[in-house]
């Protein structure tokens, strides 16, 4: 029998892009599957930052949540989840 470690089973996520952020990256959403390993927003973090150039130049000023709630680094990820990258807005 396989015994398989929980960091390599398949897990696709939701991000979402928001405000100057969107712009810069040039979309709103996209689906990514994980590969094994990345199991936390940080993982994750690093993910976004290798495949956007703007998401990277940005990282230090970007929050993100997860399922609604804004996320530390070594919160888990997990299948299914809606990530959201939210730099900061200003407003008057």
């Known amino acids: 029998m396989l015994s398989r470690n929980p960091g390599d089973t398949a897990m696709s996520l939701r991000v979402l892009y928001f405000a100057g952020l969107r712009d810069a990256v040039g979309i ?4 990514i599957d994980l590969p094994p390993g990345i199991r936390t927003v940080r ?15 940005r990282r230090a000023h970007v929050r993100i ?9 070594e919160e888990p990820v997990a299948d299914g989840d809606v990530v959201a990258l939210i730099p900061p807005v200003a407003g008057g």
């Open 43 to 57: 993982g994750l973090a690093d993910l976004l930052a290798s495949r956007h150039r703007a998401y990277a130049e």
């Open 65 to 73: 949540a997860r399922n609604e709630a804004f996320a530390g680094d």
């Open 28 to 31: 709103a959403e996209e689906t």
